[in-house]
């Protein structure tokens, strides 16, 4: 095989393992955000899960117990959201912004008060993480050209999540465009008051989508300390529940775009690690905080409408209150 | 809307205490959840913050940023704008603030360099500040989202150019030179011993002059110009606005560009004041908690005075803190600064219709027992 084959498969292999938490954040965030809710807590939600991840993985063992105590976590993060925002229709922005701000500080917290080192929960191992899986026949054909090195090496050999990520974007598809739910949820979004006029409850529809949020962004934080690493580590979502938002908004707030823009994010993250030092031709070393700050860049780019048009969901980030 | 309306000073007093109250007495469980007593630990941070001179001068030291960042935070939400860029506009000033300085600082001394550098530092910041405020006046882009942006793109730039351009030649970390000590602000210690008092030593240093200063100047703006009439007028209504023939774009890009110079103002206390260098992260949060204590203020200067005090207060109490009590760390302040923005932001009106309701019940029987 040649040398390219190798670079190119190992740079999307990375590709996939450092999308899979924009990708769920992404789903997390469309849900929320196609039903009228700002939601820039994503990065604060997936914190939240990862600790609790780590923190029962450490504490029972098993890998599944702490991705339900992430979703847990996470899920709880979002009714405070959820609770502020629609009951209490208190400013979406600030509230996201508290969660996330409580989240970078009661991880840190807790894990010094409950582990006693530095904010780090202690080193999983064996059935507290989750392993990466062959799939069927991966060594099978392992030895077919081109084709074999794609199916053994990039396509198997992840870990589950990494495979319920991906699930994730048709199922979000279907439940969003296919679903009775997905269209009053849209229409929520677009257009809370004639939901309310169709005696449909506006609150309940959105209390489902921060909930739906929730849950991924739990299964997102949970990927970070239980499948990619190995534990807790402070400050670990490091901006990802950003460049998830970026995502969701890059891909104009459908499903499947914005899952290229988590690959395209993804990506850049992935080569910014393989070109660190190498010289391209032309253009010679590319700076890698140009490679970080690219995702940002692109969005606000996108934003300013040089790059066709990002039109958001109509009512959002205005709660709804059924007197007027 | 109901016709019940509250007195001011229950509006602007009493909920907001009332907010802060809810906030400190869920950081007390989380306290308790860490199996620590919080009363012991309300007691180490006032006596952390307040207690002897060195405390003092610290809190006020960080207090001195918090008013920058909770100006600009409140000047723009007068314009219903959410900055929440100025942490990336702070860290962005700081750099005019140093490059301005370490042009300068082996020409002339610190009084003479100052209004350079704050003029720098402001056109640093604002310019950091406009871009967002074109897309969202001219483009249609949201400023809550191109802000948080900036802020990744202004701290990728930064660890860019202290790495690779600023670093001081011979050095390991990414750090500049330091400024020549004639061009740094005198502490404030030192201006105390020119009066002939003793008091001890702290990074605190005049910017805090500025700092109020800073809150005059932001208050006349907004009460006392046309200005500010305008910046008020968008935030409250903006189609009224428009209609009353106020340029409503170039209104918000201004709003912005002062909004991106006062969070910059940070830089001057920090780079040419405590630091005396541009270093990595040196803005440290304080952008964001510029969002609670301007929350916590209700975007009036005297109210980000007060708020800033107590966040100052909190930051340096909490160093004592976790000095003196191993399991709790300064996170915890970073836990309150949470609860403070969920309670004083996002839940802001949520004891407002119990507060509401017993006001009523009260003063209505006092006024049927008068008629």
Sequence with gaps: ?324 | MSNKTLPTWIDVGVIPLINVCLAFLVSGFVILLIGESPLEAVQYMITGAFGYAEGIGYTLYYSTNFIFTGLAVAVAFHAGLFNIGGEGQAYIGGLGVGLMCMSLDSFMPWWALIPFAIAAGAAFGAAWAFIPAYLQAYRGSHVVITTIMFNFIASALMVYLLVNVLIEPGTMSPQSRVIADAAILPSMKDVFAVFGVNIANSPLNIALFLALICCVLVWLLLWHTRLGYAIRMIGFNEQAAVYSGINTRRTIVITMCISGALAAMVGINEVMGAQGRVLLDYVAGAGFTGIAVSLMGRNHPVGIIIASLLFGALYQGGAELSFEVPSITRDLVVVIQGLVILFCGALSLMIKPTIEKLFMKFFAAKESANV
């Design chain 1, 1 to 324: 095989m040649s040398d390219f084959m190798l670079i190119a498969i190992s740079t999307l292999d990375a590709t996939i393992r450092v999308s899979t938490p924009l990708i769920l954040c992404a789903m997390a965030g469309l849900f929320s955000e196609r039903s009228g809710i700002v939601d820039i807590g994503l990065e604060g939600k997936m914190l939240a899960g990862a600790f609790a991840a780590a923190a029962m993985a450490a504490v029972t063992g098993s890998a599944w117990m702490g991705l339900g105590a992430a979703i847990g976590v996470s899920i709880c993060m979002a009714l405070l959201h959820g609770f502020a925002c629609i009951t209490h229709k208190g400013n979406q922005v600030v509230s996201g912004l508290a969660i996330n701000i409580l989240a970078s500080g009661l991880t840190v917290t807790l894990g010094i008060a409950w582990f006693h080192q530095g904010g780090q929960t202690p080193l999983l191992s064996g059935d507290a993480r989750f392993f990466s899986i062959d799939l069927p026949g991966a060594l099978a054909v392992a030895d077919v050209p081109v084709l074999g090195a794609i199916y053994t090496q990039l396509i198997s050999g992840h870990n589950a999540l990494v495979y319920i990520a991906f699930v994730t974007v048709p199922v979000t598809w279907w439940l969003v465009y296919q679903t009775r739910f997905g269209l009053r949820l849209r229409a929520v979004g677009e257009n809370p008051q004639a939901v309310d006029t169709a005696g449909i409850s506006v609150f309940w529809l959105r209390y489902r989508a921060v909930i739906c949020a929730g849950i991924l962004c739990g299964i997102a934080g949970a990927y970070l300390s239980i499948a990619q690493n190995a534990s807790f580590i402070r400050e670990m979502s490091a901006g990802k529940g950003y460049i998830a938002l970026a995502a969701l908004i890059f891909g104009k707030w459908r499903p499947k775009t914005a899952l290229l823009a988590c690959l395209l994010f993804g990506f850049l993250e992935a080569l910014t690690v393989r070109l660190e030092g190498v010289p391209l031709p032309l253009i010679g070393e590319v700076p890698a905080q140009l490679m970080q700050a690219t995702p940002y860049i692109l969005t606000v780019v996108l934003l300013a409408g040089f790059i066709g048009k990002a039109i958001a969901p109509k009512a959002i980030g205005i709660p709804y209150s059924k007197e007027r």
